[in-house]
């Protein structure tokens, strides 16, 4: 897993707030369409950027909640919210959410499900708190789709390779809509969200992950760390020189409880 310290968690920050990630965001927000006094929960909120805009969407007749199991990623999320009254920030997980049974109108999860050891128990669970027709929203990256461009391709699988490590499921999207249906869900629409970039910007998902990727590398000796400094010199070289190129898919699940 990866280690959200102060420094990861800034980055997050920043990159959270950038054009990539605020559009897997806003698509997450659009296929929740949250309305005035709604109870919402944010499964794995992180730094709570969803949970505010859930805040401002619900109004104080309504209640957001973030849920996290992160102590240094909740320490944001607070900080962020803490204007508003009526929003929540609680210690939990997905699998054993700190919610009584019934009383949600709406459930939000973005990028959090590709790390569960249990993806079915996870989607009981939202299933045993929601009100009955209620929505689930899940997205996240299926890892099939990832495309990138390296001079040195076995270098660049290396990386990747590692980088696998660092979740539970790859194909969450491909799964998901059974595993749904199955826990007493309707699938109502899935959208996809492609990230498409052939410069390297400052606040994207890309420079996000080459950040990440090349940590938890050499944290965890998949590869040499200079192996890893050569992987990360190249794609800013690449960038230089107008040859980058990366595109990975996010995709938004949209189901109701039956």
């Known amino acids: 897993m990866l280690k959200f310290d102060k420094e990861t968690t800034q980055l997050l920050d920043i990159v959270y707030q950038g054009a990539d990630i605020t559009r897997r965001?806003?698509?997450?927000?659009d296929a929740l369409r949250p309305k005035a006094d709604e109870i919402i929960i944010d499964i794995g909120c992180g730094n709570g950027l969803l949970t505010l805009e859930l805040a401002r969407a619900v109004g104080s007749g309504g209640k957001a909640i973030g849920i996290d199991p992160s102590k240094d990623m909740l320490v944001p999320?607070?900080?962020?919210?803490?204007?508003?009254d009526w929003v929540e920030i609680l210690i939990g997980t997905a699998n054993d959410l700190p919610i009584t049974t019934g009383t949600v109108d709406k459930a939000a999860s973005v990028q959090v499900?590709?790390?569960l050891d249990d993806v079915p128990g996870a989607v009981a669970e939202v299933h045993r708190v929601l009100k009955p027709g209620?929505?689930?929203?899940i997205g996240d990256i299926h890892l099939d789709s990832l495309v990138w461009f390296s001079d040195d391709r076995d270098r660049m699988n290396r990386m990747i390779a590692s980088w696998?490590?660092?979740?539970t499921h790859r194909d969450v999207p491909a799964v998901l809509p059974s595993i749904l249906q199955d826990a007493g869900f309707v699938v109502e629409d899935i959208t996809p969200i492609t990230t498409c970039d052939h410069t390297l910007k400052p606040d994207g998902l890309a420079t996000m992950?080459?950040?990440?990727m090349i940590r938890y590398a050499i944290d965890n000796i998949h590869v040499p760390e200079s192996e890893a400094s050569a992987w990360l010199a190249e794609q800013k070289e690449l960038a230089a020189e107008g040859r980058f190129f990366f595109a990975l898919t996010h995709f938004v699940v949209n189901a109701r409880k039956r």
């Open 113 to 115: 499900f590709e790390y």
């Open 25 to 29: 965001r806003q698509a997450s927000f």
């Open 209 to 212: 992950m080459m950040q990440l």
């Open 164 to 167: 696998d490590s660092h979740f």
């Open 134 to 137: 209620g929505k689930l929203v």
């Open 77 to 84: 999320a607070k900080d962020r919210c803490k204007g508003f």
